[in-house]
């Protein structure tokens, strides 16, 4: 019978409390969690059952001697504690984006070979059951050779949220490491991982933002909008990253396409939505259309001369992951399962590592660094 595997956690907010749960539900003890504040990270591990809290990453790796460790930060938090737990062997499992820039995301991937630890990049919503589903389909030639996809989405995030990692490049910051990531990792999961060129365009639409303290848990920032606007008490500091983006990209099919699948993905993070965000698939032979904009669904088929028909996602898709309700937090559990079964030696389907994560980054440099822009003289 094989050990079982134990699990260092950095990060104490929403997403470090569910790599905590993840990993109990793959079968592994987590022995320990690090954050920045010791009494938040003290009552945060109080309440999951967590014996060890502490805020001293390397004290921590010395006392826990874990054989993963979670990453569960921003990502300008990432380097510094990825490299750490590689230099003493640990296998690392660290969440989106891999580092804040492709430099550091290349360190990081060269250290993981060099110790030859396993690493997996949890931009994970490939894992969802439409996402799956439309793979199978697209697979199995439903809608012919695959020829272009588009990802819509307009999220409407007040303009008004606390100052924070977000709004940072050096933290992570930007909606291309938070939101394209996701994105992108679903496209290539579904009609293939090779990414042959890019063309974008971003936008920053928000300019500067309030700073509050007291903001722990990400999905709770909204509820610290400043009341009054217009104190003179009230710091406001300008953000840096793209809010806003628009991207084109060429991947070479895993279909033997002809040509390369074009693909658009159109994000507006303060934009509001009219009709659903989606994500939908076109090939020679028909088109494939899910609601969400990470393909929460329903999924509708629609054959060439034909009328779109929703499909049911079938149970052995939804057998294939934990039940759990929550997105983000089944997707976790999916991929910490997959990745504590393969350093267990196990044989598991193939999931992203920090090759991918390294790969993401080089990308998302290109598209901040890109000027594709002509200039068009009056006439």
């Known amino acids: 019978m094989s050990k079982t595997l134990s699990v260092l956690v950095l990060g104490s907010g929403f997403a470090g409390e569910g790599h905590v749960d993840a990993f109990r539900r793959a079968g592994a003890e987590v022995v320990g969690m690090v954050s920045r504040t010791q009494e938040v990270v003290e009552a945060v591990a109080a309440k999951l059952g967590v014996p060890y809290a502490g805020t001293d990453w390397e004290q921590a790796l010395r006392d826990c001697k874990p054989d993963i460790v979670s990453i569960a930060t921003p990502g300008g938090a990432h380097y510094e504690a990825v490299m750490a737990a590689l ?22 991937y060269e250290k993981s070979v060099e110790k030859n630890c396993k690493t997996a990049y949890a931009a994970c919503y490939r894992y969802m059951q439409e996402v799956l589903h439309a793979k199978r389909l697209i697979e199995n030639g439903a809608i012919g050779e695959p020829q272009e996809v588009e990802c819509i989405s307009h999220f ?54 309030p700073v509050v303290e007291g903001v722990h848990n990400f999905t709770e920032r909204r509820n610290y909008i400043p009341k009054d606007l217009n104190s003179p008490d009230l710091e ?98 999916h991929l910490a399962a997959e990745f504590v079964k393969d350093i267990s030696g196990e044989q598991v389907e193939p999931y992203q590592t920090f090759k991918d994560g390294y790969h993401y980054q080089k990308i998302i440099d290109v598209i901040r660094e890109s000027d594709n822009w002509t200039a068009i003289e009056s006439v």
């Open 87 to 108: 230099d003493v062997g640990c296998h690392v499992y660290c969440d989106k984006p891999m580092a804040e820039s492709s430099e550091r995301a290349r360190l990081m």
């Open 156 to 209: 409407d995030l007040d303009p008004l949220i606390p100052f924070g990692w977000s709004h940072q490049e050096s933290q992570g910051g930007g909606r291309l490491n938070n939101n394209f990531t996701h994105l992108l990792s679903i496209v290539t999961h579904v009609v293939g991982e090779k990414v042959l060129a890019i063309s974008a365009d971003v936008r920053n639409d928000m300019v500067k933002a």
């Open 236 to 333: 406001w500091r300008e953000t840096d990253v793209e809010w806003s983006y628009t991207v084109m990209a060429k991947l070479e099919s895993s279909y033997q396409a002809a040509r390369p699948v074009s693909v658009l993905f159109k994000h507006g993070g303060l934009q509001p939505r009219f009709h659903e965000d989606h994500l939908a698939f076109y090939g020679s032979e028909g088109a494939i259309y899910i609601k969400g904009h990470y393909a929460k669904g329903p999924l509708y088929l629609k054959k060439r001369g034909g009328a779109w028909e929703e499909i049911p996602t079938p149970e052995d898709i939804n057998a294939l992951v934990p039940d759990i309700e929550d997105d983000t937090l089944r997707n976790w559990a």
